[in-house]
Nanobody
Framework: QVQLVESGGGLVQAGGSLRLSCAVS????????MAWFRQAPGKEREFVGY????????YYVDAVKSRFTISRDIAKSTVYLQMNSLKPEDTAVYYC????????????????WGQGTQVTVSS
C-alpha cells in the first residue's frame, strides 16, 4: 500500500508560482510512476504530468508544458510540482497519484491517490 499526502496549495495571482509537494510512504518506490492530476469544478479529473521514480522520464500535458516541472527527492520520498506563470485556468484541486510499472495518463490507471490540495489563481 502506498500513502500520498499533498501540500502547498493556496491562492496566487496570475503570473505567480507555487510548488506542490507529495509525501509518499508505505512502500519502496522503485519502478513506480508518480503523476499529478487536477480537477476543476464541474470538470473531469485531468492528467497534468508524470515522473518515473528513477527520474529518467517525465511527461506533461501540452497545457502546462514549459510552465510546470515535476521532480522528486528520493531521500525525502517526496514528489514536487513546480508551477510557474500560473493562469486562472490552472485553478483546480491538484492530486498526486501513483502506479507501479508502466507510465499511463488515465486517472483510472492509478490505484493510489492523495487527498488533493486546492490551487486558486486570481486574475
Amino acid at each position: 500500500q502506498v500513502q500520498l499526502v499533498e501540500s502547498g496549495g493556496g491562492l496566487v495571482q496570475a503570473g505567480g508560482s507555487l510548488r506542490l509537494s507529495c509525501a509518499v510512504s508505505g512502500r519502496t518506490l522503485s519502478n513506480y510512476v508518480m503523476a499529478w492530476f487536477r480537477q476543476a469544478p464541474g470538470k473531469e479529473r485531468e492528467f497534468v504530468g508524470y515522473i518515473t521514480w528513477s527520474g529518467i522520464s517525465t511527461y506533461y500535458v501540452d497545457a502546462v508544458k514549459s510552465r510546470f516541472t515535476i521532480s522528486r527527492d528520493i531521500a525525502k520520498s517526496t514528489v514536487y510540482l513546480q508551477m510557474n506563470s500560473l493562469k486562472p485556468e490552472d485553478t483546480a484541486v491538484y492530486y498526486c497519484a501513483a502506479r507501479y510499472d508502466l507510465a499511463r495518463i488515465g486517472a483510472r490507471e492509478y490505484p493510489y491517490w492523495g487527498q488533493g490540495t486546492q490551487v486558486t489563481v486570481s486574475s
